[in-house]
């Protein structure tokens, strides 16, 4: 009559436990390196919309006919508007969109902004990223409203390519 296991069968037993523990530490290490390269994709996806949705609000919002662009070379425009989007908590706060060493800056004031800044201007800064270029078209069309053509070329990140109509219409 037998009453306990063999060393053989605990052997083996033992020998099974430590193969299924291994894959499933292996599956364990796969998913947690696929979770950290989705959850990095996932920020830089976030990041790239809300870059154009800051761009998007800013010049949909703007207040009519107060969008001036200026050209300062083939790839790189100044631009300053009025509009009723402001990241700062600002009532109609002055936008301007400049590219400095290669950066695009947006800032944000409560008065009107021009190029080249002055000393006495007080705004907030925000730096969209490092660009190639930054080029704005207007629309020539004889339309009831305001088109814009955004082309951002990021150097490390997706270019954007907007096509956008002026909502605050007079």
């Known amino acids: 009559m037998r009453k306990g296991f063999t060393l053989i069968e605990l052997l083996i037993s033992i020998t099974i436990l ?33 870059l154009k949705k800051i761009i998007f609000l800013d010049f949909s919002l703007a207040l009519s ?61 925000d730096s969209l990223g490092k660009v190639s270029a930054f080029r704005v078209y207007k629309s020539d069309a004889n339309t009831s409203s305001e088109l814009f053509l955004v082309h951002v070329n990021f150097k490390e990140k997706e270019d954007i390519l907007l096509k956008i109509k002026v909502l605050n219409q007079n």
């Open 65 to 125: 006919q107060s969008i001036t662009i200026q050209n300062q070379d083939t790839k790189e425009d100044a631009v300053f508007m009025q509009s009723t989007n402001s990241l700062h908590k600002r009532y109609n706060p002055y936008l301007a969109y400049i590219i400095k060493n290669h950066k695009l800056y947006r800032l944000e004031s409560l008065k009107p902004l021009s190029y080249p800044l002055s000393v006495e201007s007080e705004f907030s800064v």
């Open 18 to 50: 430590s193969i299924m523990m291994l894959f499933l530490y292996k599956s364990y290490a796969s998913l947690n390196h696929s979770n950290s390269f989705y959850k990095q994709e996932v920020a830089t996806l976030k990041e790239e919309e809300s």
